[in-house]
């Protein structure tokens, strides 16, 4: 049983704000911001690790080719942005390894 009231919605909201802004100040290293604002941008917070690591070890032109490519479909049709990019990802490095073969 609680014993205490429960909070607003917006004292709640204003401490995940400070939480992310905590976690932004720890950033050292460009790739790592990077990495944050294409979590931020897919809406996929969970894993903004994974996406640390790919700003850090993929190629940022396919990295941009693939963030632009979810930018310009309507929000309302992607329900699942961060699958979407993967996704592009995925087209865009096989497009890149048989230009490199041939």
């Known amino acids: 049983m609680r014993t205490d009231k429960p909070t607003t919605i917006a004292e709640t909201l204003s401490l995940f704000k400070e939480n992310i802004a905590k976690r932004k100040k720890y950033v050292k290293n460009e790739f790592q911001a990077y990495g944050l604002e294409l979590a931020t941008e897919?809406?996929?917070?969970?894993?903004?690790?994974?996406?640390?690591?790919?700003?850090?070890?993929?190629?940022?032109?396919?990295?941009?080719?693939?963030?632009?490519?979810?930018?310009?479909?309507?929000?309302?049709?992607?329900?699942?942005?961060?699958?979407?990019?993967?996704?592009?990802?995925?087209?865009?490095?096989?497009?890149?390894?048989?230009?490199?073969?041939s």
């Open 42 to 101: 897919l809406d996929d917070w969970k894993n903004k690790s994974l996406y640390i690591r790919l700003a850090k070890t993929q190629d940022r032109k396919l990295l941009e080719k693939a963030r632009y490519f979810v930018k310009d479909h309507s929000p309302g049709q992607v329900k699942t942005p961060y699958r979407l990019f993967m996704w592009k990802l995925k087209q865009l490095r096989m497009e890149k390894e048989i230009k490199q073969s």
